[in-house]
């Protein structure tokens, strides 16, 4: 028996399922399926289609993992790639910093993980704003 540390009842550690730790984990599950559907219907929207052009072009329209990381020129299946996921963080899908353009095979392999390689928004190949 002890003390548990979220809502402080003596229980048996073991069997113990502690109601503020169950509170917190529904809040943060109702936060992300509230994130992933209106982040879904941002996807289909014209600004996300312009912006994921956009991304796509600076990164030289090639995917940045093959590239770097397997020395590999992959045209094929581009898809833009959140850093930090976008239904974690919806404030950050339209940062050119969080997205990197990944084929479709890297960007199913990362995940809601990053990415696994050391890439920088600096060595971005094309740069579209002109310089007057």
């Known amino acids: 028996m002890k003390i548990c ?6 229980v048996d550690v073991e ?3 502690c109601p503020v ?3 917190k984990r529904n809040k943060q599950q109702r936060d992300f399926n509230k994130n992933a559907k209106l982040t879904e219907r941002e996807l289909t929207s014209m600004r996300w289609r312009r912006f994921r052009k956009d991304i796509i072009l ?4 090639e995917c940045q993992r093959c590239l770097i990381k397997m020395h590999k020129h992959n045209y094929e299946d581009l898809t833009v790639h959140h850093i930090m996921p976008r239904v974690k963080y919806p404030e ?3 940062k050119e910093d969080n997205c990197i ?3 479709r ?3 199913l392999a990362m995940g809601l993980n990053g990415i696994d ?12 704003d002109p310089k007057f």
């Open 21 to 23: 730790r169950r509170k």
């Open 15 to 17: 069997n113990h399922d």
């Open 92 to 94: 950050l899908m339209y």
């Open 105 to 107: 095979t890297c960007n």
């Open 101 to 103: 353009t990944l084929c």
């Open 117 to 128: 390689f050391d890439w920088l928004p600096e060595q971005r190949s094309l740069d579209l």
């Open 58 to 61: 600076k990164d030289g329209s």
């Open 5 to 10: 540390p979220d809502c402080g009842m003596r």
